[in-house]
C-alpha cells in the first residue's frame, strides 16, 4: 500500500515536470513568434513602401525633351508672329494718320476753292462791264444809263468780294511773273515805270489766297 502511494507520488511529480517544461517551451515558442511577427510585418512595409513610391512617381516619358523642345520653338515663333503684326500696325496706324491730314487739307482746300469755275466764268461778264462804262463816257445824254450800269457793276463786284474774289494789283507794280502775264514791252522814258506795269488789258483776280486768273499786262523796258 506504501510502495502504491510512493509510485503514484512519482508518477504525478513526473507529470508535473512534464508539464512544467512544456509550458515554458510553448512560451519560448510564443515568445519567438512574437520577435519574429513585427520582422516580418517590417520587411512587408519595407517591401511594400518602394513598391508605394514607384507607382506615385509618373514613369518619364521617352519623347518628353522633344515635347519641351518644340515647347519653346512654338513660344519663340508666336514672339515673333506678336512683333510682326504690332510692327504692322504701327505703320498702319501712321498712314492712316497721314491720308486723314492729306484728305482734311484737301477738304479745306476744296471749300476755299469750291466756286472757281462759277466765278471764272462771271469775270468775262465783269469785262463787258467795264467796257460798257467806259464807252459811256463820251456819250453826253447817257448820264442815267451810266448811273445805273455803275450801280449794277459796284453791287456785283461787292457780291464777288464776298465770295473771296479780290483784285490783283498790278497798274505802276513791279512785274510779278507769279502774279502777271506780260502781252507787250513798250519803251518808256521815265526811268522809274522802267521794269513795271504801265497798262493793265485784263485784270487778274484772287479767290481766297489763290491766283485763278494772272493780270495781262504791258510792261515798261
Known amino acids: 500500500m506504501t510502495k502504491r502511494k510512493h509510485t503514484e507520488g512519482k508518477k504525478e511529480t513526473e507529470e508535473l515536470k512534464e508539464k512544467t517544461t512544456k509550458n515554458a517551451n510553448n512560451t519560448e515558442e510564443e515568445k519567438i513568434e512574437m520577435n519574429e511577427q513585427p520582422a516580418e510585418e517590417a520587411v512587408e512595409t519595407t517591401v511594400e513602401q ?3 513610391e514607384s507607382a506615385a512617381m509618373p514613369e518619364k516619358q521617352e519623347g518628353e525633351p522633344v515635347q519641351v523642345e518644340e515647347s519653346i520653338s512654338r513660344e519663340a515663333e508666336l514672339l515673333d508672329e506678336v512683333a510682326k503684326w504690332k510692327d504692322d500696325y504701327i505703320r498702319l496706324m501712321a498712314e492712316f494718320d497721314n491720308y486723314r491730314k492729306r484728305t482734311l487739307k484737301e477738304k479745306i482746300d476744296l471749300t476755299k476753292s469750291a466756286g472757281e469755275n462759277i466765278l471764272k466764268g462771271l469775270l468775262p461778264i465783269v469785262d463787258d462791264f467795264e467796257r460798257a462804262l467806259k464807252a459811256l463816257e463820251n456819250s453826253a445824254d447817257s448820264s442815267n444809263i451810266k448811273e445805273g450800269i455803275e450801280l449794277i457793276y459796284n453791287k456785283f463786284i461787292e457780291f464777288l468780294k464776298q465770295q ?3 483784285e490783283i494789283e498790278a497798274l505802276n ?15 518808256v522814258e521815265d526811268e522809274s ?7 493793265v488789258l485784263q ?14 499786262v504791258v510792261v515798261g523796258e
Open 50 to 52: 518602394p513598391v508605394a
Open 164 to 166: 473771296g474774289l479780290r
Open 173 to 187: 507794280c513791279e512785274f510779278n511773273v507769279d502774279l502777271h502775264e506780260a502781252v507787250n514791252k513798250v519803251a
Open 193 to 199: 515805270l522802267k521794269g513795271k506795269v504801265i497798262e
Open 203 to 216: 485784270k487778274g483776280y484772287y479767290l481766297n489766297d489763290k491766283v485763278i486768273r494772272f493780270s495781262k
